[in-house]
């Protein structure tokens, strides 16, 4: 059984499932170099099928993983093209207008005519309708054209392409994606901005099987997040994390009287959300009450009014459920500092957060549902390495192409040892490694990754001015050893740590080996806890370094130039490197140094 999951949203991604098991999954920016490109992935379905050799002819199923698109937010490719200065326009002459002047809005329609958000590029479907058809006919003739694309692209049947609901994705991936035993009865828990109708849903998972117990369009808690982005002049749908890692700096009296602010507005009502306080909208009311709040304190009282939702709601459900195990995905689930306190409620004792929960995720949730309606149970992830495999073939070329190995500029090891890398390392050379199946997803976990020595703090600020061009207060993140791990994290729970899903308290070691991969000011780390048999060529380097040095982990931020893509192949990477102060390369098992 052979099922194809797409998702045409934020990151537009495919998936392919054999009999239960994901065999690829990989986002259409990874080939486009578009970050967060949107639409429909068909150069990577096409990749989907040359990397694992299935045939179009084998495709039992295609599913979708929204029900009701939108057509004009993928004709105008809104959240891949919108610049800053595009959200706050919208604000103004779309929102404004509806919510606050009661006057209709022509935002949209006026889109349509500029040539930036017209751009037929990496487009593939026929918008044709949208110039005949009236638009309470859209929905239903753009899921005929979403079924003729595959036929086009794939050549079979339109009837093979179904939908499904879009948070019914996001639960299936959370639990049949996590390591839960089915036996067990636990809570599944969504919660994103929006999609096909609802932000937040409740499941009952009992004897491997879901049931929907309840939905909400009221959790506006990513959605007001999102808005607070917009008003801290960075970008919505890309910069949250940005808002999340500034929280920590601000002082509690500096945070208050935004967070005050906040509390007036959403609370929790049993299962559901409601308003104490209704906003008129959730941009320009935030705009007039936070004035004269500083902007760290606006990050800090967001982040912590979010999580003491969060904390309470997430209590009153395994409370109702009586329960004690949760599974949960959805844009709010990337999130880590928010997973950090709803671990700690007391009443959950197993928290699971699959890899990369955001949109990303549904194509594999959305192939998870077709498995179950077919009989066939789905096999939870060990890992997140999907995507590409980069080919010896590949680092051949790019040595030959470029002339490297004839260059002085650059030294050429082949069939690099562990050691040397570790040596490398303790000089605190900053290291990219692209090597092997990439991986799923918004984290890096090794394969297309950044590593250097954690304990050297400057390596923090140079990653920062001279490879990753991003802002100062900025974190990165640690790669632990298994056996490691207990050393350096907070984690009486013994929660699963793989993915890079969820924030952990550290130790006072920790604070001297990892110095430069925790958050500079309270401490925390996202880590990758890493076991030997999930990247045994990756384990082996930090298993060197830590007998060189005594550190038992790695700093690992994503192989990329900010605002671009994590790279996906040999050309991709050797691009980071020539274009930045990155120190050496390894490409697969060929290590590449500046001189």
Wanted: hydrophobic content about 40%; overall charge positive.
């Amino acid at each position: 059984m052979i099922i194809l999951g797409i998702n045409e949203e934020h990151n537009s991604t495919a998936a392919l499932n054999k009999d239960g098991k994901i065999i690829y999954c990989a986002s259409e920016e990874r080939i486009s170099r578009i970050k967060n490109d949107n639409g429909y992935p068909w150069q990577t379905i096409n990749n989907a099928l040359k990397e694992t050799g299935i045939k179009t002819s084998q495709i039992d199923q295609v599913v979708y993983t929204v029900k009701e698109q939108d057509p004009i937010a993928l004709k105008t490719k809104r959240i891949t093209r919108f610049k800053i200065s595009d959200y706050i326009r919208e604000m103004h002459e779309h929102w404004k207008p509806i919510l606050l002047e009661n006057k209709p809005s022509h935002f949209y329609e006026n889109l349509l005519k500029e040539s930036r958000f017209n751009d037929e590029n990496n487009q593939y479907y026929n918008f044709d309708f949208i110039k005949t058809t009236p638009r309470n006919k859209w929905v239903e003739v753009f899921n005929q054209e979403r079924k003729n694309i595959v036929a086009r692209q794939l050549n079979i049947n339109p009837e093979k392409v179904i939908f499904h609901d879009h948070h019914q994705c996001h639960a299936y991936y959370a639990y049949y994606a996590s390591i839960i035993n089915r036996r067990t009865r636990a809570a599944v828990i969504t919660a994103d901005g929006w999609g096909d109708g609802y932000n937040a849903t409740i499941w009952l998972a009992e004897n491997g099987k879901l049931k929907k117990i309840f939905g909400t369009k009221l959790c506006n808690l990513a959605r007001i997040y999102r808005f607070i982005t917009l008003l801290l002049g960075m970008k919505p749908f890309e910069h949250e994390y940005k808002v999340m890692g500034l929280a920590p700096y601000a002082k509690n009296y500096i945070a208050k009287p935004a967070y005050n602010v906040f509390k007036k507005t959403l609370i929790v009502d049993g299962l559901d959300f409601k308003w104490q306080e209704k906003p008129s909208d959730l941009y320009f009311y935030f705009q007039k009450k936070l004035e004269g709040c500083r902007f760290d304190g606006i990050a800090a009282g967001l982040q912590k009014w979010t999580e003491d939702l969060l904390v309470e709601w997430f209590s009153n459900i395994v409370n109702h459920l009586k329960v004690d195990t949760v599974a949960y995905s959805g844009g709010l689930s990337m999130n880590v500092k928010n997973n950090q306190v709803i671990n700690q409620i007391p009443q959950i004792k197993n928290f699971f957060i699959p890899p990369s929960g955001g949109d990303e995720s549904t194509a594999i949730g959305a192939s998870y549902i077709a498995s179950i309606e077919k009989s066939v149970i789905p096999i939870p992830l060990s890992s997140a390495y999907l995507g590409y495999t980069i080919t010896n073939q590949e680092i051949e070329d790019l040595l030959d192409n470029n002339k490297i190995i004839d260059n002085p500029y650059y030294q050429v090891i082949f069939n690099v040892s562990p050691s040397k890398i570790a040596s490398l390392l303790d000089q605190n050379k900053i290291i990219a490694r692209c090597a092997g199946p990439m991986e799923f997803g918004a984290r890096a976990l090794g394969n297309r990754s950044i590593i250097c020595n954690p304990s050297c703090f400057e390596n923090l600020r140079l990653i920062n001015e001279k490879i990753k061009f991003r802002d100062f207060w900025m974190p990165f993140t640690p790669t632990i050893l298994d056996y490691r791990a207990s050393d350096y994290l907070i984690n009486p729970k013994n929660t699963s740590a793989s993915f890079m899903t969820i924030a952990f308290d550290t130790t006072s070691l920790a604070r001297q080996h990892l110095a430069a991969a925790i958050h500079p000011y309270d401490f925390t780390a996202r880590p990758q806890v890493l076991t030997k048999d999930i990247n045994p060529d990756y384990y082996a380097i930090i298993e060197a370094f830590a007998k060189k040095t005594g550190i038992g982990g790695v700093l690992n931020t994503s192989l990329n130039l900010h605002g671009q893509p994590i790279d996906r192949n040999a050309s991709d990477a050797w691009h980071t490197f020539t274009h930045s102060d990155l120190d050496a390369i390894i490409l697969n098992k060929t290590l590449i140094i500046k001189n």
